[in-house]
């Protein structure tokens, strides 16, 4: 099956930027619709970005402009470049492939 491994994640100050990496593996046949949610404390998890095949993207309204996702089939990547983190950016991140397989997420913290 499908496995999704992200990295990146950190502590960075209200201004920084932390790029977040995915790395899907597993027995699968094609790249779909990938993405970025985040859940932070006493919230429901959100959609941050997504990508299809096609290379379409959808951002949050709250990251618009800040958040940019993109993918290396070749490499089997997904990549969440983060900038002008605030501090409510701080949550844990997780990337998912069509919403049926998620990993295990990493701590995205923004704080002075």
């Known amino acids: 099956q499908v496995h999704l491994v992200e990295s990146g994640g950190g502590l960075v100050q209200p201004g920084g930027s932390l790029t977040l990496s995915c790395v899907v593996s597993?027995?699968?046949?094609?790249?779909?619709?990938m993405g970025w949610y985040r859940q932070a404390p006493g919230k429901q998890r959100e959609l941050v970005a997504q990508?299809?095949?096609?290379?379409?993207?959808n951002y949050a309204d709250s990251v618009k402009g800040r958040f940019i996702i993109s993918r290396d089939n070749a490499k089997n990547t997904v990549y969440l470049q983060m900038n002008s983190l605030k501090p409510e950016d701080t949550a844990v991140y997780y990337c998912?492939?069509?919403?049926?397989?998620w990993g295990q997420g990493t701590q995205v913290t923004v704080s002075s």
């Open positions: 597993g027995t699968i046949f094609s790249i779909n619709s």
């Open positions: 990508i299809t095949s096609g290379g379409s993207r």
């Open positions: 998912t492939f069509n919403r049926a397989y």
